[in-house]
C-alpha cells in the first residue's frame, strides 16, 4: 500500500557469498568487532607464546609480587602493564589464559549443542508428526525457563567439575538450535525442490544433509554466535559464582571472582581487566552476530 | 473460562513433572551425610543420624513422603541450619521480589520510552546510541557490573551503601536497592529497548498509523494510542516471562551484593550439599514461574482481542 | 478566487533513495470543483497515490515534495505549517485508503477510532462524538450501529469495513475527499453499492471528490472528469465522455483497449506491450515512447501538455488528430 517506488536492483556480481561478505563488511562497527574478535581468538590460542609468565606455574610466581599496582615491575624482571593479583600472578598472563578456557569452554559447548540441536531439529522437521509435537514441547518447555536456572538446577544436580560445567552448557543451549533450525527447515521442506528431490526416491539422509541443510545454514549462523556469547557469559556467571569451573581451570569468571575481595581495598584492577576482556569478547561476538543477523535476513530492507 | 482452566491444567502436570525432575535429580548429588557428621560420630550415631533423616529408605519411597509432605507444607529441613527448608526459603523470599520488581519496573520505565523513540527515529544520533547502549547492555556480564557499580559509586564516590539491604521502603532502604536493583535491571533494560524499538518500527509503517495522521490525529496519541497499544502485546508476553528470569537471575545480584535473598541461599546451598534447601527453592521457583506464565498468557488474551475470539471459536 | 475547491499547480514529489532520485510525481497539475468527481488513472507505479499522499502532506521519507502549489480554498497547503495541516486532515480534506483492514487499528474498537476522528477537530464531548459516529455508520448503510460501533475490526467483513473507513471520512463533513482505490480489495457487487453512495453523496453535498483508480471501468460511471497519468506525469485530461470514447493519447487508447469488455469473444486481449519504465531511470523524451506504436524520431523531445479539442494531451502524434 505504501507509494510504488521502482528501485533498480543491485548489479548482482560475484557468487552470493562475496555478496554478502561485501555487505558484511560495509559496516565500520562490523569490521572493527571482527577484527577485534580475530585478534582476541589469537590471542587466546597463542597464550602461551605471547604471555610473559605462565602463571599457573609455581615456580614462576612469587607472593612477593602480590597485588602490584599497574605498570609497575615484578621481580621476575618485566613490567606487569596490568599489575598483579593477590597470589602475584602477572594480570595480563592470567588474562591470556583465562580467555583461552572462557573462548574454549564457550565455543566447545557451543559447537556441541549445534549439532545436537541441529541434529534434533532436522529430524523433527523432517519427520512431523508425533516426533515432532514431542521434540517441540520438549524444547517449549526447557526454553521457557530462563537459563541460568536450568544451569543452577543441572550445577546442582550434577555436582561441580569442568565435565559438568560443559553439560550444563550444551543442554541450556541445544533447544534454540533445535527450535531454529527446525523453522527454518519447516519453510524449506515446502519448497518445490525438496519434493523434487523427494520425487526421485533419493534416500532421506541424502535429502536432509544435501538439500536441506545448506539452506538452514544461515539462521544457524547467526543463532549460533549470539548462543556462544550467551555461553561465555553464562560460564562466567557460574564460574564467578563458584559454582562452575574449577580453580584448575581458571576462567575469566573465576579471576574477577578473585578480584572481588580487594574492590573495597580499590585495588580495581583484579576485577576491573578481566571484566573488559570479557565484555569485549561477548560485544564483539554480538556485534558481528548482529551485524550477520542483518546481512542474511532475506526481508530486512534499509 | 475453558481457556484458562486449559491453561491451569496443564500448568499443574508442567509443575509435577519438574518436581519429580528436580527431586529424582538433587538425589543423585554427592553423599551429603559424610559433610555433616563429625569424625568422631561412631557408627552407630551415623546409622541413626542417617535413619533421622530419612536418607536410608529407597529413592521412590522418599520420593512420595516428599510429594506427601510437599502438599502438606514441609519440604524437610536443612541439613545445615536444621529448620524448615520451606521456612528458610519463604523467609527470604520477600527480599529477592522487592530487588525482582525493582528491577523490572526500571527496565518497563527506562527501556519502553527509550525504544519507541529509536523506533520512531531511526536515524537520528540518539537513537544510535541507545541501541549501541542496548547492545552493551546485554553483553556486559551482571556480575561485573555490579562491582564496577560498587566500585564506582560506593568506595571512589562514596554515594550509595555497596551491601546489604535496608528496611522496606524507607529513604534507607531504597539507598540501598538503588544500585542493585539498576544492575539486575540492565541486562533486560536493553532487551526490552530493542524490541520495543523492533515493535515500534514495524508499528509505524503500518497503514494504519498513516490512517490516524490523515484523521488529523496529533502525534503524540498516534504514538501513545496507536502504535503503543499494538507493541504493548509482545512486549508484556516477553517482559512476563523476564520477570521469571529475573527472578531467578537475582542470584548473581545477590552474591555480589550480599543481598539476603533467596538467590543467595541457593548458591551457599549448593556448596554445602545442603539438599532439601535446593529442591525447596526449586520447588518455589517453578511455581513462581508456571504461575507467572499463566497469568501473562492471560493477559495476553485480553490485550489482543483476536486471541479472545479464536480461542472461543476453537 | 475561480471557486475551485482543489487546485495542483505543477506537483513535484520526489523519492531520494539510494539507487537515485525516483520522480514519483513529475509536475502534476490539475482542479477539482465543488461536487465534483475527478478520476485520477494509471497503472501501478504511475504515482498517482503519492499524488493523494501530496495533497495531505503524508509524504513519508525518502519521500518529499520540492516544487509546485497545492490549492486549497485558495490556501497553498505547501506553505502550512505542521499544526495547520493537522487541522485540515481529517477534517477539511479526508482521505479513503485502500485496504480497510489495514487502515483500521486492529486492536482498536471502531468507537474508539471514530470518536478520536471527531474530538480531535470538533470540540464535543464523547457522549456527543458516539452520537455523530452512529449517524455516520447508519449514513453509509451499516446495520445496528450501536453494537457495531463496540466491535473491533476483524469482526466486520470487507464491504462493511470499507464502508466503516468511508464514514470516518465522512465525520467532519469534508469538502474534498481523496479516495485512493477504496473498492479495490471489494468484490463487484459492494464496489458498485459504494460507487453509486460515493456519487450520492457528492451531488446532495456539494463534496469534491478525488477517486485514484487502474481500474477505467470505475471512473467509467463515475468521474466526471478524468486525469491519466503515466510515469509521474499526466498525458491526458478531460471529461470523462470525451477521454474514454475517444481518447487522444496512444496509452489512453491502450488502456481502454485493454480493458476485458470492449474485446470480442475469440480474438485474443489487446494488451500494451513492455512495462512502465523505473522512476528513478526515465529514459530521454517521451516516457511511452518504448511502448508506443505510434512513436517517431520527434519523441526524443520531451512532449508539453497541450490543449487539443478542448482537452489535454501530453503527445506530439495525438490519435484522432
Not at chain 1, 548482482?12 to 585478534?39: D, H
Not at chain 1, 538452514?216 to 563458584?242: K, R
Not at chain 2, 557428621?37 to 546409622?47: A, G, K, N, V
Not at chain 3, 487541522?87 to 483492514?101: N, Y
Request: proline fraction near 6%; include cysteine; charged fraction near 20%.
Amino acid at each position: 500500500m505504501s507509494a510504488a517506488v521502482e528501485v533498480l536492483p543491485r548489479a548482482e556480481v560475484g557468487t552470493p557469498f562475496r555478496r554478502r561478505a561485501r555487505e558484511f563488511f560495509a559496516s565500520p562497527v562490523a569490521t572493527g568487532s571482527f577484527v577485534a574478535l580475530l585478534i582476541i581468538v589469537f590471542l587466546a590460542l597463542f597464550a602461551p607464546l605471547l604471555a610473559p609468565q605462565n602463571p599457573y606455574d609455581l615456580a614462576k610466581v612469587t607472593v612477593m609480587d602480590a597485588r602490584l599496582a599497574p605498570g609497575e615491575t615484578g621481580s621476575a624482571g618485566f613490567a606487569m602493564w596490568l599489575g598483579a593479583d593477590g597470589a602475584g600472578r602477572d594480570m595480563w598472563s592470567a588474562i591470556l589464559y583465562g580467555l583461552r578456557i572462557s573462548l574454549g569452554v564457550g565455543v566447545a559447548s557451543g559447537v556441541v549443542a549445534l549439532a545436537i540441536g541441529t541434529a534434533v531439529g532436522l529430524a523433527a522437521a523432517y519427520r512431523g508428526g508425533w516426533l515432532d509435537a514431542l521434540i517441540m514441547r520438549l524444547v517449549d518447555l526447557q526454553l521457557s525457563f530462563p537459563a541460568i536456572l536450568v544451569a543452577l538446577i543441572l550445577v546442582a544436580i550434577l555436582g561441580r567439575g569442568a565435565d559438568k560445567v560443559m553439560i550444563a552448557l550444551i543442554l541450556v543451549q541445544w533447544a534454540y538450535y533445535a527450535r531454529t533450525v527446525r523453522g527454518s527447515a519447516l519453510v524449506e521442506r515446502r519448497k518445490e525442490y525438496i519434493e523434487a528431490a523427494h520425487c526421485l526416491a533419493l534416500p532421506p539422509r541424502r535429502i536432509v544433509f544435501r538439500h536441506l541443510l545448506p539452506n538452514v545454514v544461515a539462521p544457524m549462523i547467526v543463532v549460533g554466535t549470539l548462543q556462544t556469547a550467551h555461553a561465555i557469559s553464562l560460564e562466567a556467571t557460574l564460574s564467578f559464582l563458584g559454582v562452575g569451573l574449577p580453580l584448575t581451570e581458571p576462567s575469566l569468571g573465576l579471576l574477577i571472582a578473585n578480584g572481588f575481595e580487594y574492590m573495597l581495598s580499590g585495588k580495581y584492577w583484579i576485577s576491573f581487566y578481566p571484566g573488559i576482556a570479557l565484555l569485549a569478547t561477548i560485544m564483539s561476538i554480538n556485534l558481528v552476530g548482529d551485524r550477520l543477523r542483518d546481512v542474511l535476513n532475506p526481508r530486512l530492507e534499509r | 473460562m475453558v481457556f484458562v482452566i486449559r491453561r491451569v491444567f496443564q500448568s499443574l502436570v508442567v509443575v509435577l513433572v519438574m518436581s519429580l525432575v528436580v527431586f529424582v535429580g538433587v538425589h543423585l548429588v554427592g553423599d551429603p551425610v559424610h559433610i555433616l557428621i563429625s569424625d568422631d560420630m561412631t557408627q552407630i550415631e551415623i546409622e541413626r543420624f542417617i535413619q533421622k533423616l530419612g536418607l536410608d529408605r529407597p529413592v521412590h519411597e522418599q520420593y512420595f513422603h516428599f510429594l506427601a509432605n510437599a502438599a502438606r507444607g514441609d519440604l524437610g529441613n536443612s541439613f545445615v541450619f536444621g529448620e524448615p527448608a520451606l521456612k528458610l526459603i519463604l523467609q527470604r523470599m520477600p527480599a529477592t521480589l522487592e530487588l525482582a520488581f525493582a528491577a523490572f519496573l526500571l527496565a518497563i520505565v527506562f527501556g519502553i520510552p527509550l525504544g519507541m523513540y529509536a523506533g520512531l527515529r531511526p536515524e537520528s544520533p540518539a537513537s544510535k546510541a541507545i541501541m549501541a547502549g542496548s547492545i552493551l547492555g546485554f553483553s556486559l556480564p551482571t556480575f561485573w557490573v555490579g562491582l564496577m557499580l560498587i566500585m564506582v559509586f560506593a568506595v571512589m564516590l562514596g554515594w550509595l551503601p555497596s551491601t546489604g539491604r535496608g528496611d522496606f521502603m524507607t529513604w534507607d532502604g531504597l539507598r540501598h536497592l538503588a544500585l542493585p536493583a539498576i544492575n539486575l535491571a540492565l541486562f533486560k533494560m536493553a532487551l526490552v529497548t530493542r524490541l520495543a524499538r523492533a515493535g515500534t518500527r514495524e508499528a509505524a509503517l503500518q497503514d494504519y498509523v498513516k490512517f490516524a495522521r490523515a484523521k488529523g490525529l496529533s502525534p503524540a496519541r498516534v504514538v501513545l494510542v496507536h502504535v503503543l497499544k499494538n507493541i504493548l502485546v509482545p512486549v508484556v508476553t516477553v517482559l512476563g516471562l523476564e520477570l521469571g528470569g529475573l527472578i531467578a537471575f537475582s542470584v548473581v545480584t545477590e552474591t555480589v551484593f550480599a543481598w539476603p535473598g533467596m538467590g543467595k541461599l541457593l548458591i551457599d546451598s549448593i556448596q554445602r550439599l545442603d539438599r532439601p534447601v535446593i529442591v525447596a527453592y526449586l520447588v518455589i521457583t517453578v511455581l513462581m514461574f508456571v504461575v507467572i506464565n499463566l497469568i501473562v498468557d492471560i493477559l495476553y488474551s485480553m490485550l489482543d482481542p483476536r486471541v479472545r475470539l479464536k480461542e472461543a471459536k476453537a | 478566487m475561480n471557486g475551485n475547491t482543489l487546485e495542483v499547480q505543477d506537483l513535484k514529489t520526489h523519492f531520494f533513495t539510494r539507487a537515485g532520485v525516483v520522480r514519483a510525481v513529475d509536475g502534476v497539475s490539475f482542479e477539482v470543483r465543488p461536487g465534483e468527481v475527478l478520476g485520477l488513472v494509471g497503472e501501478s507505479g504511475c504515482g498517482k497515490t503519492v499524488t493523494g499522499f501530496s495533497i495531505l502532506g503524508l509524504v513519508d521519507a525518502p519521500g518529499r515534495i520540492v516544487g509546485g502549489r497545492i490549492l486549497f480554498d485558495g490556501t497553498d497547503l505547501l506553505k502550512l505549517g505542521e499544526h495547520e495541516l493537522r487541522r485540515i486532515r481529517g477534517a477539511r480534506i479526508a482521505m479513503v485508503f485502500q485496504d480497510p483492514m489495514m487502515t483500521l487499528n486492529p486492536v482498536l474498537r471502531i468507537d474508539t477510532q471514530m470518536v478520536e476522528a471527531v474530538r480531535a477537530h470538533q470540540d464535543v464531548d464523547s457522549r456527543t462524538a458516539l452520537k455523530i459516529s452512529r449517524e455516520a455508520l447508519e449514513r453509509v448503510g451499516i446495520p445496528s450501529p450501536e453494537s457495531r460501533l463496540r466491535s473491533y475490526p476483524h469482526q466486520f467483513s470487507g464491504g462493511m469495513r470499507q464502508r466503516v473507513a468511508i464514514a470516518i471520512a465522512l465525520l467532519n463533513r469534508p469538502k474534498l475527499i481523496i479516495a485512493d482505490e477504496p473498492t479495490t480489495a471489494l468484490d463487484v457487487t459492494i464496489q458498485a453499492q459504494i460507487l453509486y453512495e460515493a456519487q450520492k453523496l457528492c451531488r446532495e453535498s456539494g463534496t469534491a471528490l478525488v477517486w485514484i483508480t487502474h481500474d477505467l471501468s470505475v471512473v467509467a460511471g463515475l468521474a466526471d472528469r478524468i486525469c491519466v497519468m503515466y510515469a509521474g506525469r499526466i498525458v491526458e485530461q478531460g471529461s470523462v465522455d470525451e477521454v474514454l470514447d475517444a481518447p487522444l493519447h496512444p496509452y489512453t487508447h491502450g488502456l481502454i483497449g485493454s480493458v476485458p469488455s470492449r474485446n470480442r469473444r475469440g480474438s485474443p486481449l489487446t494488451q500494451i506491450p513492455g512495462m512502465m519504465p523505473a522512476l528513478v531511470n526515465l529514459p530521454p523524451g517521451c516516457a511511452f515512447r518504448n511502448r508506443c506504436p505510434r512513436a517517431a524520431p520527434m519523441c526524443l523531445e520531451e512532449p508539453r501538455l497541450q490543449e487539443h479539442r478542448g482537452r489535454l494531451v501530453r503527445c506530439f502524434y495525438p490519435m484522432h488528430a
